[in-house]
């Protein structure tokens, strides 16, 4: 190899080298904590009840890094009380929330690890209030918030689409099986992204198969909100011959930056696989669909929000009413008080 040769490969290396070495000079990590808080106090009003308390509904402490220009990482723990469908239980508990890595490049996103789920995220984002109450199907647990597995979300300008694969186990418990829980969602952005419409679904490949649709339309302007929600179930949580279906409609008005009030509406109800007397299961079965009756029915929420901290805390005093439609079970009326602090 002439002189001259060498002379040009080790320019070009060491000129390589100082491009890589001043990129990795240039990249600086990023780091963030964050942590939310949701506490209420609340009394039932119904005559002859006196249930009434402080409640910690949830405490979320996270920390994230962005450790390399297209990589991140994510942990969040999560505090919080006894979950709707034990509510015999009233333990505090603790879990990982997220514990996941990212990869994002242009439009694209991918996330590995313990990570939020898709079913009812974007709803989420529209109806704004989780430290009063989850969304419908959050809060009827058609699906988990957060669950271990893998996750894509590519954006355009007006489409956003969202694909994944999860264990279906949610975040509190990691039983290894050969069935998975496979989703796949689409939402458009019209009008300057005022009006949002999402449709998605998934699938289990369990022995069971459990099936979801949820399909949401959205609008959202500088001092008003709305939206509608519809999600069906087959085989609820894995449960054969119970379908379960429900929808919500829910609404704010801003009457200044900070001051608003808003409603929201849920009807949840059930069918149920049709069991004859003589079938040994028949009694059990009574009272598992007594038991989701009592669950089913009208939810309606009302109230004022006022954001004193903007971005920080935000309070918010509510009326909620639920009407079971299980025959004689009465009527639950509730007063809140809700507190958000977040950092």
Do not use: C
């Not at 402490?61 to 969040?76: D, T, V």
């Amino acid at each position: 190899m002439s002189l001259r040769k060498r002379a040009t490969i080790s320019l070009t290396l060491l000129f390589t080298t100082g491009i890589l070495i001043t990129a990795q000079e240039e990249f600086k990590m990023e780091d963030k904590i964050e942590g939310k808080i949701f506490t209420n106090f609340n009394t039932s009003i119904n005559k002859g009840d006196n249930n009434k308390g402080f409640e910690l509904k949830r405490a979320y402490l996270g920390y994230g890094l962005k450790f390399a220009p297209n990589f991140s990482a994510k942990i969040r723990v999560d505090v919080g009380a006894a979950e709707f469908i034990t509510p015999e239980v009233n333990n505090q508990y603790v879990y990982f929330k997220t514990a996941a890595i990212y990869y994002k490049k242009n439009r694209l996103m991918i996330g590995f690890g313990l990570q939020s789920t898709y079913q009812f995220k974007v709803e989420e984002t529209l109806w704004g209030k989780r430290y009063i109450m989850p969304t419908m199907p959050d809060f009827q647990k058609f699906n988990f918030s957060a669950d271990l597995g893998v996750a894509f979300v590519y954006k355009l300008d007006n489409f956003d689409f969202d694909m994944s694969f999860f264990n279906g186990e949610g975040y509190k418990q990691f039983d290894a099986d050969d069935a998975f829980r496979s989703s796949i969602g689409v939402t458009s952005y019209l009008f300057q992204k005022k009006v949002l419409l999402r449709a998605y679904g998934d699938y289990s490949t369990d022995s069971l198969h459990l099936a979801s649709f949820t399909g949401l339309a959205g609008l959202k302007l500088k001092n008003f909100s709305f939206g509608a929600e519809y999600t069906y179930q087959k085989n609820y949580i894995y449960t054969e011959g119970h379908n379960r279906y429900g929808y919500s409609i829910f609404s704010q008005f801003n009457f200044f930056p900070r001051f608003g009030i808003w409603f929201r509406v849920d009807g949840v109800w059930s069918e149920f696989k049709e069991l004859s007397s003589d079938e040994p299961e028949y009694g059990d079965n009574v009272e598992y669909i007594n038991k989701w009756l009592k669950k089913d029915g009208l939810y309606s929420y009302t109230g004022v929000e006022y954001v004193i901290v903007p971005k920080h805390l935000t309070a918010a005093i509510n009326y909620q009413h639920h009407t079971p439609d299980g025959t004689g079970n009465s009527n639950n009326d509730y007063i809140y008080f809700n507190l958000e602090i977040k950092w």
